[in-house]
């Protein structure tokens, strides 16, 4: 069955510093991997996805994410945080095999501090 | 604007009572899905429906109920049978049910039962 782990409920960063928010999934077949944000009490809005072609994806707000499929992960980065960029982040997989359905990871809290 | 509407933003209900949620979307999408987020739980499928006057049920299913009579719109009914229906409530919609194809999401409805 397929699946999406994020390591880390809850992360923390100071302002300026390096985010990177972790993602790993199960899928039998070639998967395609999406990153939202959540702002509370708000819709999920899409970051980036890997669909085909090349692995490093750039998306939104200076965020990327780099599908490697020999560790079977989607990590989240962005160079410099912003305080703007505290919200959850929701890792999701679907694939030919789920009847296309998507399967979200449990989400990562991410917090900058000044 | 093209874009997912929900309606209410927050909404009340008493134990026994069934209340159902709407979901408008005018981006001309086949595919439209209701989603359940807890703390903690990601989000959980509860329904989707890849045409209108046909719907599946998802991994949540017993509780709720859907009908899709237009392509526009896709209401959601909390029934008295929910044990547990106090939530966040969010519906999304696709381009054709494709794994490539990303889902936009509505702003959601919070949901408490008193």
């Known amino acids: 069955a397929q699946s999406v782990t994020q390591l880390g409920s809850h992360v923390s960063v100071s302002e300026g510093a390096l985010v990177l928010l972790r993602c790993n999934y199960s899928s039998s077949v070639p998967p395609y991997l999406f990153w939202y944000v959540q702002y509370p009490n708000q819709g999920l809005q899409l970051l980036l996805k890997?669909?085909?072609?090349?692995?490093l994806v750039k998306g939104i707000n200076g965020f990327e994410a780099e599908f490697k499929k020999s560790e079977t992960s989607f990590h989240l980065t962005k160079p410099s945080a912003h305080m703007s960029d505290a919200a959850e982040y929701f890792c999701a997989v679907s694939d030919l095999a789920t009847g296309n359905q998507f399967y979200f990871g449990t989400g990562t809290s991410l917090t900058v501090i000044p | 604007d093209g874009g997912i509407t929900q309606s209410p933003k927050y909404l009340f209900r008493k134990e026994g009572q069934n209340v159902t949620l709407s979901c408008e979307q005018n981006l001309n999408h086949d595919a439209m899905y209701w989603y359940r987020q807890d703390p903690g739980q990601g989000l959980r499928l509860i329904y989707y429906?890849?045409?209108?006057?046909?719907?599946q049920k998802g991994d949540i299913a017993e509780g709720y109920s859907v009908s899709r009579e237009k392509k526009e719109s896709f209401p959601l009914t909390v029934t008295s049978a929910q044990k547990n229906p106090t939530a966040f409530y969010l519906c999304?919609?696709?381009?054709?049910?494709?794994?490539?194809?990303?889902?936009?999401f509505g702003p959601g409805t919070r949901l408490t039962v008193l």
């Open positions: 890997y669909t085909t072609g090349a692995t």
């Open positions: 429906s890849q045409i209108v006057n046909d719907f």
């Open positions: 999304a919609s696709s381009p054709p049910q494709a794994p490539y194809n990303e889902q936009f």
